[in-house]
């Protein structure tokens, strides 16, 4: 079983910077495949950016140029920094860990207003 914690969501404005962070459990963390989901309300929970190990990238074609998803094997830990946030960035983000099964988090909420 691995256990998945978000954290670092909040209210930002139009514009700012937010970076998300997800520890994930286990002593083969730099095994795992990373990813950072995000599910709008209406709305279906959609891919944002995933990396895996030893660390291409791949992001949705709505935040390219503006998140990046990276990772520290030492801290157990994959970062997705975001940038030029929009209001329909708001969304609950998820990270999803996986190795053999999918493991996700509770989620952290992400709201974009002025």
């Known amino acids: 079983q691995v256990h998945v914690v978000e954290s670092g969501g909040g209210l930002v404005q139009p514009g700012g910077s937010l970076r998300l962070s997800c520890a994930a459990s286990?002593?083969?963390?730099?095994?795992?495949?990373m990813a950072w989901y995000r599910q709008a309300p209406g709305k279906q929970r959609e891919l944002v950016a995933q990396?895996?190990?030893?660390?291409?990238?791949n992001y949705a074609d709505s935040v390219k140029d503006r998140f990046t998803i990276s990772r520290d094997n030492a801290k157990n830990t994959v970062y997705l920094q975001m940038n030029s946030l929009k209001p329909e960035d708001t969304a609950v983000y998820y990270c999803?860990?996986?190795?053999?099964?999918?493991?996700w988090g509770q989620g952290t909420q992400v709201t974009v207003s002025s």
């Open positions: 999803k860990a996986r190795y053999v099964f999918d493991y």
């Open positions: 990396i895996t190990s030893p660390g291409p990238t």
């Open positions: 286990g002593s083969i963390f730099s095994a795992y495949a």
